[in-house]
C-alpha cells in the first residue's frame, strides 16, 4: 500500500549542560568544565522511491540524538548526532506547528533540507573564569532542540500524467509502454492507487479513475487529484465505449477545474482509447466529435501497434522538449 499522507512529530536533539570542575594537575588550579554537547538537528534528504514514506505507516516520532554533558580537564560533550529522514522527491512538507511549506524537488545529500535545529550545549565553568572570578562555579544548561509537527503529503513530478473516468485503459497502456506492472481488469476502480512507469526519460504516471463529484469527495475522492497538480503534460483518455466522449471529457475536465483552476492550464493531449472494440464507422464518429474539442486526438488500442507507435511519437516530442 502506498502511504502518500501521513502526520509525524520530529525534535531536534536538546543540547546538555556545561560541567562544573577543576584541574587536577598540580600548579595548575583554576577551572577546567567543559562545556556541553549541542543537540542534533533534524534533516530531510529526497531520494527517488516513492514508498518512502512507508517507514511512517506505524511510527510517528522521530527524535535527533541529545548532545553529551560537559565534562572536566577541559573536555567538551559530544554533540548528537544528526537525525536524516528520507522522503521521496515530490514530498511537501506542511510544518503545522509554524504554518510553512517546504517542498522536496532534488535528491542526495547535497540537497538536503533542515528541518528542526539541535539546541545548543551550555557553558562549562571553565569560560567564566575572570580576574575578578578564578574559581567559578556557575555553568549553563543546554537549550532544548526544536520540536514541530509534519503533514507529509506525496505530490509526484511525472512528465505525463494519466487521467480519465475509471476503466478507460489508462493502466493498460502504462503497461504497454513501460515496465510498470499496474493490475488491470474490465471493472471500475482496478487501480486504486497511482502507478509509474518511465519512458526513457520520461516518467509517466497512471493517475487512479475520476469520477463526477472527484473534487467533492465522491468515488477515491480528492486524494489523487492532488498528484495531477504536480505532472506537466496531461494525456487524458476517454473510452470509445462510452455513450458520449465528449460528456466524458467535460466531466473529468470540471472536476480538474473545481479542485485548481490550474490543472485546466497544463498541455494537455486527448485520446480515445479501446479504438478495437466497436466498428470503424462508430470510431471515426466518436474520434470526429472529440476532434471538435482537440483537433489533434487521436484513437488508440495497444492491440493496435500503429496507433500505440503515434503515442510513443508523442511522447518522443515531448521528451525532447524536456
Given at each position: 500500500m502506498l502511504i502518500d499522507d501521513v502526520t509525524i512529530r520530529i525534535s531536534a536533539g536538546r543540547g546538555n549542560k556545561g560541567a562544573v570542575a577543576f584541574n587536577k594537575n598540580l600548579m595548575s588550579l583554576g577551572p577546567?568544565?567543559?562545556?556541553?554537547?549541542?543537540?542534533?538537528?533534524?534533516?530531510v534528504e529526497g531520494v527517488s522511491d516513492l514508498s518512502a514514506l512507508g517507514q511512517f505507516r506505524y511510527?510517528?516520532?522521530?527524535?535527533?540524538?541529545?548532545?553529551?554533558?560537559?565534562?572536566?580537564?577541559f573536555r567538551d560533550g559530544h554533540d548528537g548526532k544528526d537525525l536524516i529522514l528520507k522522503l521521496p522527491v515530490?514530498?511537501?512538507?506542511?510544518?503545522?506547528?509554524?504554518?510553512?511549506?517546504?517542498?522536496i524537488e532534488r535528491t542526495g545529500a547535497d540537497a538536503r533540507i533542515l528541518l528542526a535545529k539541535g539546541g545548543n550545549g551550555g557553558k562549562g565553568n571553565f569560560l567564566f573564569r575572570s580576574?575578578?572570578?578564578?574559581?567559578?562555579?556557575?555553568?549553563?544548561?543546554?537549550?532544548?532542540?526544536?520540536?514541530?509537527?509534519?503533514?507529509?503529503?506525496l505530490k509526484f513530478i511525472a512528465?505525463?500524467?494519466?487521467?480519465?473516468?475509471?476503466?478507460?485503459?489508462?493502466?493498460?497502456?502504462?503497461?504497454?509502454?513501460?515496465?510498470?506492472?499496474?493490475?488491470?481488469?474490465?471493472y471500475p476502480f482496478t487501480t486504486l492507487e497511482p502507478h509509474l512507469g518511465v519512458y526513457y526519460d520520461l516518467i509517466l504516471a497512471d493517475i487512479p479513475g475520476l469520477i463526477e463529484g472527484s473534487s467533492q469527495g465522491k468515488g477515491l475522492g480528492t486524494k489523487f487529484l492532488r498528484h495531477i497538480e504536480r505532472t506537466r503534460t496531461?494525456?487524458?483518455?476517454?473510452?470509445?465505449?462510452?455513450?458520449?466522449?465528449?460528456?466524458?471529457y467535460k466531466t473529468i475536465r470540471k472536476e480538474l477545474g473545481t479542485y485548481n483552476k490550474a490543472l485546466l492550464k497544463k498541455p494537455e493531449r486527448l485520446f480515445l482509447t479501446k479504438s478495437d472494440t466497436v466498428?470503424?464507422?462508430?470510431?471515426?464518429?466518436?474520434?470526429?466529435?472529440l476532434r471538435r474539442i482537440d483537433k489533434k486526438a487521436i484513437a488508440v488500442s495497444i492491440l493496435d501497434d500503429e496507433?500505440?507507435?503515434?503515442?510513443?511519437?508523442?511522447?518522443?516530442?515531448?521528451?525532447?522538449?524536456?
Open positions: 577546567a568544565g567543559g562545556s556541553g554537547g549541542k543537540g542534533g538537528s533534524v534533516w511510527k510517528k516520532e522521530f527524535a535527533a540524538e541529545d548532545g553529551q554533558e560537559g565534562r572536566s580537564q515530490g514530498t511537501v512538507a506542511h510544518n503545522l506547528t509554524t504554518g510553512a511549506d517546504i517542498e580576574s575578578r572570578n578564578t574559581s567559578p562555579k556557575q555553568f549553563q544548561p543546554g537549550l532544548p532542540g526544536e520540536s514541530f509537527e509534519f503533514r507529509l503529503e512528465d505525463v500524467g494519466f487521467v480519465g473516468l475509471p476503466n478507460v485503459g489508462k493502466s493498460s497502456l502504462l503497461n504497454e509502454l513501460t515496465n510498470a506492472q499496474s493490475k488491470v481488469a474490465n496531461l494525456f487524458h483518455f476517454i473510452s470509445v465505449e462510452s455513450e458520449s466522449p465528449v460528456a466524458d466498428a470503424p464507422a462508430e470510431l471515426k464518429k466518436k474520434l470526429a466529435s496507433s500505440v507507435a503515434r503515442v510513443k511519437k508523442i511522447l518522443n516530442d515531448i521528451e525532447r522538449e524536456k
